[in-house]
Nanobody, 116 residues
Framework: QVQPVESGGGLVQAGGSLRLSCVVS????????LDWYRQTPGKRRELVGH???????NLVPFAKGRFTISRDNAKNVVYLQMNSLTPDDTAIYYC??????????WGQGTQVTVSS
């Protein structure tokens, strides 16, 4: 199982936007659903949203209306567009396939810090 590689995090002011990217190598990218997660110190990793192979997306309540997930199968990349960020969105963000998550194969993640 290949580790995902996340990027695009950084420091942003409240109300700002960021677009995260995640490269998942492998020939089965097109046939794999993908999930975005986030984690803050002392807390469990939580799901942010999901994109299916047919580009159907589902976001958890705190992300709906602010975040968007998309994928580029030609580049093996999944994106997380985050708008109207708040300090509560500060976390390390990860992406993974369901198989990778089940096997515990995680990338380094990308740090998002939102200042008030």
């Amino acid at each position: 199982q290949v580790q995902p590689v996340e990027s695009g995090g950084g420091l942003v002011q409240a109300g700002g936007s960021l677009r995260l990217s995640c490269v998942v190598s492998g020939d089965d990218f097109r046939s794999s659903p993908l999930d975005w997660y986030r984690q803050t110190p002392g807390k469990r990793r939580e799901l942010v949203g999901h994109i299916a192979t047919n580009n159907y997306t589902n976001l958890v309540p705190f992300a709906k209306g602010r975040f968007t997930i998309s994928r580029d199968n030609a580049k093996n990349v999944v994106y997380l567009q985050m708008n109207s960020l708040t300090p509560d969105d500060t976390a390390i963000y990860y992406c993974n396939t369901p198989t990778g998550a089940r096997l515990g194969t995680w990338g380094q993640g990308t740090q998002v810090t939102v200042s008030s």
